[in-house]
């Protein structure tokens, strides 16, 4: 008995300096060829399931990037690592996946989610456990009041509905407008910020019908916005509806302009309108239409760039996901490199120092426009970054704006 | 004498059911005008939608007590196939058709023989759970093939809206409605003329009886269930071009095709076609009249209430409904 627990002891002490020891190397740095430590940023992205099509670009524009940054010499001889987890559309494995990065993986800053619900969950622990977190999510909330952890890089869904309806009084001149939307998250969204930012732009809502997603049919909404004096009709919501909105409107000959969502900012939205879709206006990034920005500038260069690079190594075209993916990464990698010029070089960047200079950045020139921070805006872009995007002949074309 | 008045207590429940229906109508109309004339035209095109899966949904009933949960898969499959031999693979759009149709025919009969054959034994709820899983698996297939994206299915013969009255309806409409009428007359025939059908009828009443005289519920089932999903397969290709499909449309067609079935009273092909078109007007009619965001909840209010006030439906007859 006394020989076998001190035999015991002595493996117990054994396993445990090994456990250790295992554990420091590998929860330490890698270093890479005998230089500088690696720096890893945790990326939280929708690789599956329902929100797939927006978390596949981001990833690709990611690993772009991370490419980029490298070859270039990584982040002052520092190698940067982007460690991608899929949180399956799921905003319990958002949670999850941000968690294991932060603790597991031991990164300093995250990117992430794609999608709103995800995002919201991360939001939550970013502030809790002091990571900064730069979201890829629509949603205005996110960054509105500021949260002092979480950034974003797409536009907000108020930006958005401020471009369409700045072009509805500007460029179309009109007054009264009719709203037909989503009677989901991104569709009410859409509407109760039209809603209360209408009066800003001195135009007044005189019809508001709502649809299912999977509505086959929105002519008894449309019949009823018919009647109203309504010169404009917005259109907010994604999946296929918005194109049977636009079938159903040239049905019932309706003659009023139809200003769609940025949820229409994709080729099956043409595809399934058909024809129907000539004349339809929405707001985007200026990626989807390179020749709206001005040819010699700094931006036209990262875009055209961005746009070949992406195209050659995934056979298909860019999309704005694509670009706030890049943006996202971007923005956290020239954070370092300032935290760095800033403070001198370091083996690992501590989360506040990559806060703070995330916070700081001003004027830089990513994909979808110019982003600058401060401690009262975490948005970044503006509303002018912004253009109105018209389909003609079946292809997207500026809308000429003022 | 009690069943007589039985009969007529019915009866006056159906009529005045209808009765009311039409007065809706035409109330409606004379209230709306050409705005009403619309959302009962657009609510008879989507309402010949729900009739035609609602027949799916009853021809399996009728013969088998099941309640077949992805008869809205079929559609969908239809829709897709639909788009796969005429959009992709520019095959012509009647042999596309017919293609589609046959492809989920056989899937509906493999489901059946490897499925539902083998469970014949078991209680109505076991088999009812397997269609359900059997629904998933279809979807998840669906968007593996096809992705998320929904996908476009040209129209039978051009876009172009006809007017009338001030009402406008696109000329793929008038095709739904002729798939309706002619799958009510193709059904109306099958059961009434043919041995086939008057067998499958005979071991719906009664499978021992019909066994007795050489009628074998397992040939019936089989037919029931190849019947049902070229039927789901049309509806959801002939409505394609308005209401482009994805690989998670089944849902939405299977509970409104659902409610409607019960509606007209489930395993009654007339009502199948009474419930589809009502729910489809009415739904319509709900949209217009009400404060937006009632019409989604209706198709459920009424499955409700159907279910709480008279389960066997408008045209059912009580001892159809065994719950």
Redesign the interface.
Known sequence: MHKKSGFGSAALLICLIMVVGIMAAGCGKKKVSGSKSVYKIGVVLSLSQ?Q??LGVPEQNALKLLEKKVNDEGGIEGHRVQFLIEDDESLPAKSKEKFTKLVNQEGVTAVIGTSFSGGTAAMTEDAEKNKIPLIGLSATTSLTHPVKKWTFRTPPTTQMVVERALGYIQKNLKLKKIGVLYD?GLFGTEGYETVKATAGKYGLEVVA?????T????M???L??I??TPAQALIVWGT??AP??IA?NV????MTIPYIGSHGIANQ?FI??A??AANGVVFPAGRVLVPSSIPADSDWRKTVDEFAKSYKEAYKTEVNTFAGHGWDAGLIMTEAMKAAIKANGDQEKLSASVIRDQIEKTKDLTGIAGTFTYSPSNHDGLKIDDLIMIKIENGAWTEAKSS | MALDSNKWAENKLLWSALAIFALVVVLTVSLNGS?GL??IL??L??GS?YSLIAMGFSVIYSSTRVINFAQGEFSMLGGMLMYTFATKAHVSIWLSFVLSVLVVALIGAAFEQTAIYKLRGSSVITVIIVTIGFSIFLKAIAKWIWG???V?IAPFTG?K?I?IFKA???PQSFWVFGLTVLAVAALFLFFSRTLVGKGMRAAAANSDAASLVGVSTNTTSLIAWTLAAGLGAAAGII?GP???P?F??G??LGLKGFSAAVLGGLGNIQGAVVGGLMLGVLE??I??VLP??Y??AFAFLVLILVLLIRPQGLLGKPEDVKV
């Open positions: 329902a797939a099509a009677s508001a019908e709502s649809y299912g999977n509505d086959p049919d002519t008894a909404q019949t009823k018919k009647s999946g296929p194109s049977i079938k040239q049905q019932l000959a099956t595809n399934l058909g024809d | 705005k619309q959302w657009s609510g095109v989507v939608i998320t994206d929904p476009k876009e809206a007017t406008a309806i696109v409505i308005i209401t482009p994805s998670s449309s849902l939405m319509n009619i949209a217009g937006t965001g019409k989604e």
